[in-house]
């Protein structure tokens, strides 16, 4: 099974082979509002997670996602401020008593409407990634796959 580790410092991803071999590298853009797991903070969680749940297998490049729901489709030339949910989602899980409410608070591992700013912190708690990269990590992970979400 492989396993997701990603970088908050390097606003980097990395997918990794159960024998810990780098398989890719992803940038990613983490919260703008910092680190934390508190309710309604739309911070980043820090520590150990599992993919609970995937969705949008099979959905078109740039669905959009509204409560898990495909609700339409976005593309380039859509311009919005809005934090769009797109192409993919992986509901992330925490494993560890300071980040148990990760589920509860609907942080994913999604694409995104602004890929202009990956590599910078610029979402709401979510972890964003290009559209064709979350297609490509889906079709690679499974539900229950380890993720680690640490500072440096």
Not at 35 to 53: A, D, M, V, Y
Not at 116 to 137: F, K, Q, S, Y
Request: hydrophobic fraction near 35%.
């Amino acid at each position: 099974m492989h396993k997701i580790v990603i970088s908050v410092a390097r606003q980097e991803m990395e997918l990794r082979s159960a024998r810990g071999k780098i398989v890719a590298t992803y940038p990613i853009s983490t919260s703008r509002f910092g680190l934390g797991s508190e309710p309604g903070s739309n911070c980043t969680p820090l520590g150990k997670f599992r993919i609970q749940e995937k969705i949008g297998a099979g959905s078109l490049w740039g669905t959009i996602f509204s409560s898990r729901q495909a609700i339409g489709l976005w593309s380039p030339a859509f311009e919005t401020d809005l934090d769009l949910i797109t192409t993919r989602i992986l509901w992330l899980d925490g494993l560890e008593k300071h980040n148990a409410n990760t589920h509860d608070r609907y942080i994913y591992i999604h694409g995104t409407n602004h890929e202009d700013v990956l590599g910078t912190p610029a979402g709401h708690g979510c972890i964003r990634m290009a559209n064709w990269h979350v297609v490509e990590l889906f079709d690679l992970v499974e539900s229950g796959t380890p993720v680690e979400i640490r500072e440096k």
